[in-house]
């Protein structure tokens, strides 16, 4: 039967337009086809990928050196790797369903936990004043609403 893939009965080549859409015609192969993309959607819109590459700016910005932030994000690399040996174990137990739904839950209690970490930094930092911290004051933030306002938005700018 796989050598039959792409003729039509009287022996002759299918375009591949008409290949494709006879695969989408298909309910299954259609349903497979929204499901898988629609996990590569929810992945991707779960950042995941976003704190995983800025792991190490994160520690630092969260006040640790700059060696043990690079060490912190290896061993935040590492939980990865050990999550995903886990995960490969519980699918057959568990159910990729309930695999699914139960990491989409906690990737999302924890990007809002470091989310509201972030506002809560910013926040409860204190004010720069203008007439102490004029180098501070004039320079723009790179995060929130431009204003360099709080200690929080300067940290990273030389000399303050």
């Known amino acids: 039967m796989s050598g039959n893939v792409g003729l039509t009965g009287s022996g002759t080549k299918k375009s591949s337009f008409s290949q494709i859409f006879d695969m989408l015609s298909d309910a299954p ?3 497979a086809l929204f499901l ?13 990928n976003t704190v ?11 006040q640790f050196n700059e060696k043990t932030a690079i060490w912190l ?4 690399s590492l939980a990865q790797v050990l999550g995903v040996g886990m995960s490969i174990r519980l699918v057959e137990r568990k159910g990729r369903r309930t695999l699914v739904l139960t990491s989409l ?3 999302t209690l924890s990007l809002c ?5 972030f506002y809560l930094a910013r ?6 004043e203008a007439i102490n911290d ?3 004051f004039s320079q723009p933030a790179k995060v929130w609403d431009g204003v360099t306002a709080n200690c929080y938005d300067c940290v990273q700018i030389d000399g303050c």
């Open 29 to 31: 192969t259609r349903r």
């Open 113 to 117: 936990g470091l989310g509201l970490s």
């Open 134 to 136: 004029e180098q501070c």
């Open 73 to 76: 994000s290896g061993f935040t």
């Open 52 to 62: 995983m590459y800025y792991a190490a700016s994160i520690y630092e910005m969260s």
């Open 105 to 107: 839950f906690f990737v």
């Open 123 to 128: 926040i409860s930092s204190s004010q720069v």
């Open 36 to 48: 898988g993309c629609g996990l590569m959607v929810l992945q991707q819109l779960s950042g995941i």
